[in-house]
C-alpha cells in the first residue's frame, strides 16, 4: 500500500451519516449516505456505520486490510487525543462513549476521531470556499449548529480538542435551555430544530401557513426544509421564521467577526441551502452591528462542498497527521 | 543604545493613562498615572500622553533621542497595520484617529499600536499569570471590557489586527444598546460602566443602600469604585448588582469556553479588584452551563500585573517586532 491509496472517512451527524473512500487529492472515490437515527441507541447507530463502511470498500472492492486509518468526523464535544465522544446535543445518549476504541476493536484500524464541523472546515479549507484562506471560521447550521476554526492555516482544536462549539454560545441570556444545558444557545435559537421547532409552535397557535399541507396535515412532520420549501413559494408565516434565524445567525456571527476578525465565514449545513434567504439577512446584522473594521474585510459566503465537507476534512485531517506507509 | 535600553510604552484606556519605561525584563523603571478624561477630546488626551512621555523620561533623565520606538496600546478598535484608532466605544470621538502618524510627527519615534487588552494579554502572558500557558483568554473587566487572545504562545490580532473584541458579543439580545452599536454586548452588562449605570437606576427607585453615603448623596459620582466598597461593608444592593454583573461576566466565559476551549482565562481590569465576589459567581455559571470538557480543563484565574499588563505588554509586542538597533 502506498500513501496514494485512498482514505476512509465518516461524517457521524445528528441527522445523518456519511462515508466514503477519499482520494489523497478530495476526490470522493466512493460514498454511502445513510440516516442516523439517533434514538435507537449508540450501539445501533455503531452497526449502521460498520455496514456503511462495508458498503464502500465492497463498492471499490477493496477489503479492509488494505487500509491502516479509519477518519471519524462526529457531531458533539470530542475528546481527540482520547477518542471519545463526550457529550452530543444532538446524539442524545451519547456521553463518553470511546468511539475510537470501539471501531479499533471493531475494525482493526488505527481510528482519528474529530469534531464533525471542524472536519467540515478543514474540508472547505483544503478544497472548498476557503481555499487559500488562513483564517476563517466555518459554521454548520443543520440539526444542530458547529463550528471549525482555522487559524494561520491550521485548524484551532484548543487545549483539548474541543474548540469550535459555536453554536453553544449564548446570545439571547432569557432564551430558551440548549440540549447542552447551556441557556438561550445560538443553535436553540437559529438551527434546523429550532426552525421546524418554531413553525409548530407558531402553526399550533392558528397561524396561517401552506406548511400544514405540505407536511401532510400532521404538524409534527414540519422540518426545516419544510419551512425552507414553503418560504419559495412565499409563505409569509415561513419566510418571517427564516427571517428570524438568519437575524440569530446574524448575531452569532457578529459575535466571531468581533472576536476573531476573520477573513471568511463559512456557512454550511441543511439550512445553507436556503442561501440568500438565510445569508442576506445575516450579513445585513453583521454590517449593522459589528464593529466597522472586521464587518467591511469578512466575506461571509455559502460553502462549496455540500454534504461532503465533513468526510473530506477528516480524510484530510488524517492524512496531515497519520505518516504514509 | 543596545537592545538592553529601555521600552517607552503607554497604555491608553477609557478612564486612565498609565505611561512606563519598561526594561526588557518586564521591570518597570519609571512610571506616570492621569486620568484619561476622553470627554475633553482627542487633542487634549494626546497632549497627556506627550506630556507623560516627558515625565517618565525626565524621571530617569534620558532623551527622547535614546529611544527609536514607542509602544501604544489603546482602548478600541485598532488596525495595527495602519496605525489607526478606528473606533473606541469608551474614547468617545476617537473615530479613525491616526495616531501612529501623529506620535511619529510629534516624537520622531517609530510608533507601534495594538489594542490595550491584547496588550495586557502578551503581559499577563509574558510576566505575569500566563506565564508558560501557550492557549489563553485575557478578559479586563473595567470602564469596558476588552479581551486579548493567546494562541499557541502567540497574540492572535485577525486578519486586520482587530480581533479579541470579546467585550462586544451579544449575551443578551433583547438587552440594551451598546456605545459600540451592537446590542446586549457584556460590556454592556457587566463592565465598570454598566454596574455604576445599574446601582444608579435602582436607586433612583428608592432602593435602600449605604451607596448613596458613600457617594455624597450625589447618585451621579456612583462608580464601580463605590458599589464595591458598598458591597465589602456588605449592602445588600451593592452585592446583588456586582453578582447580576459577574452572572453576565461568567455567561461571556462560557462562550469562550465552548468556542476556544482554552487552558486558561485571566480576568483583569478594574473590576478584577472585586477579587472572588466577581469571580466565584462567574466560576459558578461556567461549571454549570459550559461544555464539561473544556469547563472542567479551564482555569480561570485573577490578572497578576494590575494596571502595569498593558505597558508591560505593549513594550513585549514591540521587543518582539523590531530590531534592536
Known amino acids: 500500500m502506498t500513501s496514494q491509496n485512498p482514505l476512509l472517512a465518516i461524517d457521524l451527524g445528528g441527522s445523518k451519516i456519511v462515508t466514503a473512500l477519499v482520494s489523497p487529492d478530495g476526490e470522493i472515490m466512493a460514498r454511502d449516505y445513510t440516516l442516523t437515527l439517533p434514538e435507537e441507541g449508540t450501539e445501533a447507530v455503531i452497526e449502521r456505520m460498520l455496514a456503511a463502511?462495508?458498503?464502500?470498500?465492497?463498492?471499490?472492492?477493496?477489503?479492509?486490510?488494505?487500509?491502516?486509518?479509519?477518519?471519524?468526523?462526529?457531531?458533539?464535544?470530542?475528546?481527540?487525543?482520547?477518542?471519545?465522544?463526550?457529550?452530543?446535543?444532538?446524539?442524545?445518549?451519547?456521553?463518553?462513549?470511546?468511539?475510537?476504541?470501539?471501531?479499533?476493536?471493531?475494525l482493526g484500524l488505527k481510528t482519528f476521531l474529530i469534531n464533525d464541523a471542524s472536519a467540515a472546515a478543514l474540508g472547505e479549507h483544503y478544497f472548498g470556499a476557503g481555499r487559500g484562506i488562513s483564517n476563517l471560521i466555518y459554521i454548520t447550521v443543520s440539526t444542530g449548529i458547529g463550528g471549525g476554526i482555522i487559524i494561520d492555516g491550521k485548524l484551532y482544536l484548543g487545549v483539548s480538542g474541543s474548540a469550535g462549539?459555536?453554536?453553544?454560545?449564548?446570545?439571547?441570556?432569557?432564551?430558551?435551555?440548549?440540549?447542552?444545558?447551556?441557556?438561550?444557545?445560538?443553535?436553540?435559537?437559529?438551527?434546523?430544530?429550532?426552525?421546524?421547532?418554531?413553525?409548530?409552535?407558531?402553526?399550533?397557535?392558528?397561524?396561517?401557513?401552506?406548511?400544514?399541507?405540505?407536511?401532510?396535515?400532521?404538524?409534527?412532520?414540519?422540518?426545516?426544509?419544510?419551512?425552507?420549501?414553503a418560504a419559495q413559494k412565499g409563505d409569509t408565516l415561513a419566510l418571517a421564521i427564516i427571517f428570524k434565524a438568519a437575524t440569530y445567525l446574524g448575531v452569532g456571527i457578529v459575535n466571531l467577526v468581533n472576536i476573531f476578525n476573520p477573513e471568511m465565514i463559512i456557512v454550511g449545513g441543511g439550512m445553507a441551502q436556503m442561501g440568500k434567504m438565510l445569508l442576506a439577512p445575516a450579513r445585513q446584522v453583521v454590517a449593522e452591528r459589528a464593529f466597522q473594521l472586521p464587518a467591511q474585510r469578512v466575506r461571509i459566503v455559502p460553502n462549496q462542498l455540500g454534504e461532503n465537507a465533513g468526510v473530506l476534512g477528516a480524510a484530510a485531517f488524517v492524512q496531515k497527521l497519520a505518516k504514509p506507509l
Chains 1, 2 share one sequence.
Open 53 to 106: 463502511i462495508d458498503s464502500v470498500t465492497s463498492k471499490m472492492n477493496m477489503s479492509l486490510s488494505l487500509f491502516s486509518n479509519i477518519a471519524i468526523a462526529a457531531a458533539g464535544a470530542i475528546d481527540s487525543e482520547k477518542g471519545i465522544v463526550t457529550a452530543s446535543p444532538n446524539l442524545p445518549g451519547w456521553l463518553d462513549v470511546p468511539l475510537k476504541e470501539i471501531m479499533e476493536k471493531a
Open 165 to 229: 462549539e459555536i453554536g453553544h454560545m449564548t446570545i439571547d441570556i432569557n432564551g430558551p435551555r440548549c440540549n447542552c444545558g447551556n441557556i438561550g444557545c445560538l443553535e436553540v435559537l437559529a438551527s434546523g430544530k429550532a426552525v421546524a421547532r418554531e413553525a409548530q409552535r407558531l402553526i399550533a397557535r392558528g397561524s396561517k401557513t401552506i406548511m400544514l399541507e405540505l407536511a401532510e396535515g400532521e404538524p409534527q412532520n414540519i422540518s426545516a426544509q419544510t419551512v425552507s420549501a
